[in-house]
Every structure is written in C-alpha cells, then in structure tokens.
C-alpha cells in the first residue's frame, strides 16, 4: 500500500527555520515526482515546491524561492523540505503529495486533484511571533 507521512512541522518565530521530511513506503520511490502542498486558512492550496523522480528537476513557488529547498534522500525514501526565513503567511498545514502528472502542472494554484496521486496526512506550520 502506497503510504507518505509528513514529520518535521511546528511553531516557530519569523526568520526561524524547520526541516519538513516525507517517508514514503509501499511503492517505487523514484517512479513518482514528489511535491509538497501547503494548504492555509481560508486560501486556495497552493503547490509550494516539487522534485522529479530523479531529483533532477526541481520547481519553487515564487512566494518561497531562495527560502525554500527540497531534496530527496533516496536511501531513506524521504523527501525533505528545508525551510528558512520563514514568514507568517508560510503557516498553514504541509502536505506531501505523489505527482500524477508533472511538477508543472503541480505548481498550478488550485491544481485539480487529478493532478496528485497519494497524501499524507499533513504537519502544521505555524509561523508567529
């Protein structure tokens, strides 16, 4: 069974930093473009950040490019999303999501559920003095 989990959220000041992980089990790790979705109160989801299935090709939402990195740790099946210089308006809940189709198309706000295959369950990041 294919199965992600998010690990890593929490509280944290204005210009502090968290490391969000994604374990993935119960498929071919490398067959899928992984992407992170954040989803904040009353806002449309929003594709943060996505890698390829080589970990080649890697896209960022403007509102986190030069904070945000992802990476892919394939010995440990995880993708992790290191985050710096957080902002307020980064709080929301992180999801980790397989890409059904590409990271282009993941990155589209609001993209159609068609669009991701399997969830996790989310980790909250809350960013607040």
């Known amino acids: 069974q294919l199965m992600l989990a998010e690990s890593g959220g929490g509280l944290v000041q204005p210009g502090g930093s968290l490391t969000l992980s994604c374990a993935a089990s119960g498929f071919t790790y490398d067959d899928y473009a992984i992407a992170w979705v954040r989803q904040a109160p009353g806002k449309e989801r929003e594709g943060v950040s996505c890698i390829s299935g080589s970990g080649g090709l890697t896209k960022y939402a403007d509102s986190v490019k030069g904070r945000f990195t992802i990476s892919r740790a394939d010995a440990k099946n995880t993708v992790n999303l290191q985050m710096n210089n957080l902002k307020p308006e980064d709080t929301g809940i992180y999801y980790c999501?397989?890409?059904?189709?590409?990271?282009?198309?993941?990155?589209?706000?609001?993209?159609?559920?068609?669009?991701?295959?399997?969830w996790g369950q989310g980790t909250q990041v809350t960013v607040s003095s």
């Open positions: 999501a397989t890409v059904l189709l590409s990271c282009r198309h993941a990155m589209v706000p609001g993209a159609s559920g068609a669009t991701f295959g399997a």
